[in-house]
């Protein structure tokens, strides 16, 4: 048996994403800004597609969606982005984030840090969310832009995203969330929640890879980085990626019409696994169940390395994740199990099982069952355990 439990990493895209995005590579394969037939009838599939976009976040008429080829490359451009509109200049000299985000998000912010500019990287609670009052205080006139994660990746825990943007409009300071976790596990809403920039990519949601999006807020346009041809409105150039395009459309069509399948059924298998792994002894998961996206378990199982637990998973057919960097000789250690203040061997322990729309109930069984063999297998001979197989050498 073959099981995918590694959803946060990617996911299989929709058979009807795929049905959706094929005549765009061999049939109507026209460049869009060609002024021939070829280009322009990719037209109407890039216009639903754009309203797909647009009705699944509730975006404004006036607001932009701009399509990018990831969520790193969204990240990248409102941080970097932020720094030539309101640093630079010398207007503010100062973002905030938190210890917890994607590394798009801490590397974008530590090169700008090369730059001279102030970084706060907010910690986080046990749980791994911030505490509000220290996001307030920390706000000064300084301060250019807010930038705080929706979902994240390793624990799956949510993160107050409408208090944020209430404290955010109240000190006037810009706001972008990473939401790359969130579209298609909760309901995403810009309007409801006061956010400038919120960037995702298709592929975590059942979408292609190499293509992501940057919702921009409607008076809040930000410097393009990509200069040439001048598609999207001049905000990012470069030939649009058609069949990538109607293929996030279709994938976030589908993604809000499973959000109550996500929230039931999901969330169901993703209980019953948590539930039957924290019978092990000595194990806890990161996070409250309600305050998590249904599909997200993040499980410490003490005296197990996770990289080992993966190695029993992987020859039994099951993708599953660390979550962590994995550096060619020495195993790093979970950075989030870290921030939410967990002993450096705990941290070694961190097992993430991230679910889909397309698990079943059956891989769920089969992984209960190997997941406890291992445990079984591994906690004999874990005291001088020392790993290092091949495969996770290989850094792809
Ligand atoms: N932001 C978050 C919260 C993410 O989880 C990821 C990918 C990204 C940004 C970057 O997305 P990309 O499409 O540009 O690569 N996260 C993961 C993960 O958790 N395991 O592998 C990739």
């Given at each position: 048996m073959r099981v995918y439990l590694d959803n946060n990493a990617t996911t299989i895209v929709d058979p009807y994403v795929f049905e959706t995005m094929?005549?765009?590579?061999?049939?109507?394969?026209?460049?869009?800004?060609?002024?021939?037939e070829f280009g322009s009838e990719t037209h109407p599939a890039l216009r639903c597609a754009m309203d797909q976009l647009y009705t699944g976040i509730n975006a404004n008429d006036n607001d932009d969606i701009v399509v990018t080829s990831c969520a790193t490359e969204s990240i990248n451009w409102v941080i970097k982005g932020i720094y030539f509109d309101h640093i630079f200049n010398g207007d503010k000299n100062h973002i905030i984030t938190t210890e917890v985000e994607h590394p798009a998000v801490i590397q974008a912010c530590r090169f700008l840090e090369t730059l001279g500019v102030k970084v706060t990287y907010l910690p986080v609670n046990s749980d791994g969310i911030i505490e509000l009052d220290t996001l307030r205080e920390s706000i000064t006139q300084e301060t250019a832009l807010v930038s705080i994660m929706w979902a994240n990746n390793e624990t799956g825990m949510i993160f107050p995203i409408e208090e944020i943007g209430k404290i955010c409009k109240e000190k006037d300071v810009l706001f972008h969330t990473d939401a790359t976790q969130a579209i298609g596990k909760v309901p995403v809403d810009v309007q409801k929640t006061n956010i400038d920039y919120l960037s995702f990519s298709a592929h975590k949601f059942h979408g292609p890879k190499g293509v992501g999006a940057l919702y921009i807020k409607e008076d809040k346009i930000i410097t393009s980085l990509l200069s040439g041809g001048e598609q999207m409105s001049g905000l990012r150039s470069g030939t649009l990626n058609v069949p990538g395009i109607v293929g996030m459309g279709k994938a976030m069509e589908l993604a809000v019409e499973n959000l109550d399948f996500e929230k039931s059924n999901v969330m169901k298998l993703r209980d019953r696994l948590e539930d039957e792994l924290l019978k092990i002894p000595d194990t806890f998961v990161v996070g409250t169940k309600k305050q998590r996206t249904p599909n997200t378990i993040l499980i410490s199982i003490k005296g197990i390395e996770g990289e080992a637990m993966l190695w029993d998973l992987n020859k039994a057919g099951i993708a599953a994740s660390t979550g962590s960097a994995c550096a060619s000789e020495a195993l790093e250690s979970n950075p989030v199990m870290e921030a939410i203040g967990a002993e450096a061997d705990l941290a070694h322990t961190a097992l993430r099982l991230s679910l889909s729309r397309f698990t079943t109930n059956e891989e769920i069984d089969y992984t209960i069952d190997i997941i406890n063999k291992a445990v079984k297998r591994l906690r004999a001979i874990s005291s001088t355990y020392s790993y290092a197989p091949d495969w996770h050498n290989s850094k792809l």
């Open positions: 094929a005549p765009y590579f061999c049939e109507m394969y026209g460049n869009p800004n060609s002024l021939h």
